[in-house]
């Protein structure tokens, strides 16, 4: 009875193997293959905020290019505009009589010299006026064009549509154009009405005067100071014309006297 318990008892011990190596390789492979499952997925997740973080970079960096140049066209135009206030530039405005809106004109780009005098980008953009220079500097052309548009009249804005509001030579251009220049036919038209007019054979001395004057100023509203006939040769042309026209009117002789 004994031994049949020994026998048995070492029986069990026999078919009892021990545990196998390869559970414990299955178990130490999964264990290593989660931690480099996750190990591998934290790595992605790394890669993928510093792929965000790149492209949120290379968008603030070609932004920047374009925040640069509205600073500076924007400083521009500011201490442009205080200078302005500084030498009381007004707007400029157009006129029906064509020598006063060239006279606007003419006293509008001069206080604009002082103004851009003031300022190293434009110093010297006037020097050689009426030529203007070829080209300038974007950001000094884009804050001229803001500037010029910002000291005109509405009516003179209209007559700049078409043009590049950031183009300030162009702008200043087109307004030397329709407010200082005169065609020389304007001139040579002016001038032979001048010249040609005729005193009518019952005018009166008074009446023709009128006309005369008017003649006259008409010719002045298309011409320089310098261009007029000298008020000597005003005179000669005036008592020829009188003379000539009606040799036997009453009011000559107290016109010469």
């Known amino acids: 009875m004994i031994s049949l318990q020994a026998d048995a008892s070492q029986a069990y011990h026999v078919s009892t193997p021990p545990p196998d190596d390869d559970e414990n390789s299955i178990s130490s492979k999964s264990g290593s293959s989660s931690s480099s ?7 992605s997740t790394t890669h993928k905020k510093k792929k965000k973080k790149g492209n949120r970079k290379k968008k603030h960096r070609s932004k920047s290019p374009t ?34 809106w060239r006279d606007h004109y003419l006293a509008w780009i001069e206080c604009l010299r ?27 052309n884009q804050a001229l064009g803001n500037f010029f548009r910002a000291y005109s009249t509405p009516e003179v804005k209209s007559m700049l549509n ?8 162009l702008i200043l251009e087109q307004l030397q154009q329709i407010s200082a220049s005169v065609t020389t036919t304007d001139r040579m038209i002016a ?19 009128r006309r005369h004057r008017k003649t006259l100023q008409a010719l002045a509203d298309v011409s320089l100071d310098y261009d007029l006939p000298t ?17 036997n009117n009453s009011d000559l002789p107290q016109l010469a006297s």
Not at 196 to 206: C, G, Q, Y
Not at 231 to 246: A, G, P, Y
């Open 162 to 169: 078409g043009i590049d509001p950031s183009n300030g030579l």
């Open 67 to 100: 925040l640069a140049v509205d600073k500076k066209v924007s400083k521009l135009l500011t201490r442009l505009s205080k200078a302005a206030t500084l030498f009381q530039l007004s707007k400029l405005k157009t006129d029906n009589n064509p020598r006063t």
């Open 114 to 140: 002082d103004v851009l005098r003031t300022q190293h980008e434009t110093i010297r953009l006037l020097d050689k006026y009426p030529k203007l220079p070829a080209i300038i500097k974007p950001t000094t």
């Open 37 to 43: 499952h996750s190990s591998s997925s934290s790595l």
């Open 191 to 209: 001038y032979q009405r001048w010249f040609d007019l005729a005193m009518h054979t019952r005018e009166s001395i008074l009446g023709f005067i």
């Open 231 to 247: 008020e000597f040769e005003q005179m000669q042309v005036f008592l020829r014309k009188v003379t000539t026209s009606n040799p």
